[in-house]
């Protein structure tokens, strides 16, 4: 097997759509048994205090999830090739069809609610993360 370089597998990746994307995490996890959700541990009374005391920063970047693609599925998939112009009609129709899944990552609030706004009107149910 040849070895590429980091910059190689760097532009490989971004040049992937959502769905090789999600299918490369997939098939990274299966392989080395791991997980990409991020570990949460319970906090200790002092670091619990700690935040209690210090004000919340507001969240910045958003994840779009379609929960529930609803009865107009065609309408949905219509609605997420306006957002996301790099999916073809075949990868919108599997993220669709796989709801819930993400179809937007780390978009700002302004971007996160343009999404959730027309695929609701479409028909979906949106939760932003």
């Known amino acids: 097997m040849a070895k590429i370089s980091k910059d190689e597998l760097i532009q490989a990746v971004e040049e992937m759509s959502v769905l090789e994307l999600a299918e ?3 098939a ?3 392989k080395f048994g ?5 570990m949460v541990a319970a906090p200790t009374n002092g670091a619990a205090q700690a935040s209690d005391a210090e004000p919340k920063e507001e969240q910045t970047s958003f994840n779009v999830i379609i929960a529930v693609t609803g009865a107009n599925k065609i309408g949905v ?3 997420l090739r306006e957002l ?4 073809g009609l075949k990868e919108a129709k599997d993220l669709v069809d796989a709801a819930p899944k ?5 978009v700002n609030k302004k971007t996160a609610d343009e999404a959730k706004e027309k695929l ?3 028909g979906a149910t949106i939760e932003l993360k």
């Open 24 to 26: 490369l995490v997939k």
């Open 102 to 106: 993400e179809v937007m990552t780390a």
């Open 120 to 122: 609701t009107a479409a």
């Open 34 to 38: 791991v997980s990409a959700q991020a």
């Open 84 to 87: 996301v112009p790099t999916l």
């Open 77 to 79: 998939i219509k609605a």
């Open 28 to 30: 990274l996890e299966d």
